[in-house]
């Protein structure tokens, strides 16, 4: 390494006393300025071979070191736009929230709440009662209590019910979810020995009669919620199972994964089971998530017959997986939209993405292709295209809804493959990453959740395509 090179790097004080360092400083702290503009300069050092003298002064080091900054400063959970054709995608948040539950979660966030406390006695009060009486409302069920998440409302009535007793499952329904939901796991953990039913197409009444014994705890039904089963198959009707275990002190549990609180057919939807109806037809205890159909939170209800869910209110484990105040006052804030269903799918961003109409999503694909179109020429073309967006999330699964995007397709015969990947890195490199979906040889923008155009299109013009070179091209 040659030492004239070396001697020719400035000092970290040097760097520290430039215009651009105290910018940085002002905005980073002295800390972690200085710890850049060390990282800088030997970073330097190691790339400076012999033979190169590296151009540099002080101000440029700076000026490096405050944009490795900026880069690390941006926060890990961005916004994205997501324009995958999965309007609630797991791995992407699922539900966005109401404007009405953003607002209540801010107030319970930046101000004290009458959380546990009851505003008319003056006495402790219950962390759930603010949504016990609305769950009660939309659903029909004598009581309501919530969790985390469903998974935890599932192994949490589980536990409480089933402990060291068994539970009787359909071999159609023993599902896994994605990120390691798996009903069996879920049921060893909850300490319930799990007995399996039937075949994969076909269980029948007499099957539950079977295996329904002096250990059974509960019988777990499971809406089959990402996938379905066609072909030559039974299963059995609640109301049946109701009729079966009348008589048999064996409560009947039902997951409904999703779960909706109103009926989708109104908004154009197929028909997805309410938790209303579940509870109708019988169900002891039906359990379902906050933030897939419902439009709200993460969260798992439990909702159903007023002696269970006591009994699930005093398990330990209840207070556990407890839900926060910010969730609880945006679920509260969520569930009172569902009073009001006609303004429903104006103000839930869920529903409204859903039924929004398919010529108003392509008219908005056929505004934004111009510009997108000029963005990314020569090397890609853009066209209108028709799309089938899912609901995501093991809500109605197999049922699509008809979207409309745009499809960028490289323009050049060879390397269509290594294009549209460098075309998916370059878009999530953006101000606001913009994810899609790569469909055969295109990258399709399904824009059926999109809702700021303007903003869409600002962010767009940033896109920095990497060289048509491979090597070259950004990591
Ligand atoms: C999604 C789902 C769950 C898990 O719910 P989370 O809220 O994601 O924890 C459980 N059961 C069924 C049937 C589901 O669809």
């Known amino acids: 390494m040659g030492d004239a090179t070396l001697r020719g790097l400035p000092s970290v004080d040097e760097v520290l006393r430039t215009a651009h360092a105290r910018e940085a400083v002002d905005r980073h702290g002295r800390q972690t300025v200085t710890d850049a503009v060390r990282a800088t300069l030997s970073g330097l050092r190691s790339a400076v071979s012999g033979a190169r003298v590296m151009p540099v002064n002080a101000d440029w080091i700076a000026k490096e070191a405050s944009a490795a900054l900026a880069h690390t400063a941006r926060p890990n959970l961005r916004a994205v736009y997501n324009l995958t054709g999965t309007v609630l995608h797991t791995n992407l948040g699922r539900a966005v929230l109401a404007e009405e539950a953003i607002a209540a979660a801010v107030t319970a966030m930046r101000q004290t709440v009458a959380l546990e406390f009851d505003l008319d006695s003056g006495r402790r009060g219950e962390r759930d009662n603010g949504v016990r009486d609305l769950l009660r409302d939309l659903t029909g069920a004598e ?18 019910l089933a402990n060291r007793r068994e539970a009787i499952v359909s071999r159609g329904e023993m599902i896994e979810i994605g990120g390691a939901f798996r009903l069996p796991d879920i049921m060893a953990r909850a300490g319930v020995r799990l007995i399996e039913i039937g075949t994969t197409n076909r269980t029948h009444l007499d099957d539950y009669r079977q295996a329904l014994g002096a250990r059974t705890g509960l019988v777990l039904k499971v809406h089959t919620s990402n996938y379905r089963i066609t072909g030559f198959t039974a299963a059995v009707p609640t109301g049946d199972l109701v009729a079966l275990l009348r008589g048999h002190d064996v409560p009947l ?11 989708l057919t109104r908004f154009g939807l197929r028909h997805e089971p309410t938790v209303a109806e579940a509870v109708k037809e019988g169900a002891d205890l039906v359990t379902f998530s906050g933030d897939k159909l419902l439009g709200g939170p993460q969260a798992g209800f439990i909702v159903g017959r007023r002696e269970l869910i006591a009994r699930i209110n005093r398990n330990p484990l209840k207070r556990a997986l407890r839900i926060d105040k910010i969730r609880l006052a945006a679920i509260e804030a969520t569930l009172r939209l569902y009073r009001d269903p006609d303004r429903l799918a104006a103000r839930l961003p869920t529903l409204r993405h859903l039924s929004r109409p398919k010529e108003e999503v392509a008219a908005l694909a056929h505004h934004l292709a111009p510009a997108v179109a000029r963005v990314l020429a020569p090397r890609f073309a853009v066209t209108v295209t028709d799309c089938a967006c899912e609901i995501g999330s093991g809500a109605l699964p197999g049922e699509t809804v008809p979207s409309a995007g745009l499809a960028i397709a490289p323009t050049a015969a060879r390397g269509r493959g290594r294009a549209l990947a460098a075309l998916a890195a370059a878009l999530r490199k953006l101000p606001v990453p913009v994810i ?31 060289s048509g070179d491979p090597r070259e091209a950004a990591p």
């Open 143 to 160: 009581d309501a209590t919530l969790v985390n998440n469903n998974a935890a409302a599932v192994h949490l009535v589980l536990n409480t």
């Open 253 to 263: 549990i039902n997951d409904l994964g999703s779960g909706t609180l109103v009926d």
């Open 436 to 466: 899609g979906r790569i469909a055969g040889d295109a990258l399709v923008l399904d824009l059926r959740t999109l809702e700021d155009a303007g903003g869409f299109a600002a962010n767009f013009m940033a896109l920095v395509l990497p």
